[in-house]
């Protein structure tokens, strides 16, 4: 899957309403540390784990000022996570082995295999009794 650039705030609604989990990247031209992860977000964007699963978008604070404002974005780069159309979690910076435990958290699968485990964790829970 390719990282979508997102144009307008229209644009960006429509795309949360229609992908089940989404991570945007709000970021600048003039940013550095935008820059320099970027070709991380790429690589995860096209890997098997995430690929077909997790929509990747971007878009430029400096080209749809009403999507940052809307987003109340105030640092770049900021990846914000949306699962069926709402906000579900945030991340400021340029940390990759932060952010991968932020896309694993909400990738789908293996969103699906903890929930799994933690309610078959507490079906194995006795009874309290008192």
């Known amino acids: 899957m ?4 997102i144009a307008s705030l ?11 989990v989404v991570i945007l990247d709000a970021f600048a031209t003039w940013c550095g540390p935008c820059k320099a992860i970027a070709p991380q977000v790429a690589k995860w964007a096209q890997d098997p784990e995430f690929k077909d ?7 430029d604070v400096d080209a749809v000022p ?3 404002q809307e987003l109340g974005i105030r640092a770049m780069p900021t ?4 699962k069926d159309g709402e906000k579900v979690d945030e991340f400021l910076g340029a940390n990759p082995p932060v952010l ?3 896309l694993q958290k909400y990738n789908p699968e293996e969103a699906e ?9 507490e079906a194995e829970q006795p009874a309290k009794t008192e």
């Open 113 to 121: 295999t903890a929930e799994t485990t933690e309610a078959a964790g």
């Open 10 to 20: 229209e644009e960006f609604k429509e795309t949360i309403a229609k992908n089940p």
């Open 79 to 82: 990846f914000t996570i949306f």
């Open 66 to 68: 009403a999507l940052a």
């Open 100 to 102: 991968l435990k932020l």
């Open 2 to 5: 390719t990282i979508h650039n």
């Open 53 to 59: 699963k997790t929509y990747f978008a971007k878009f």
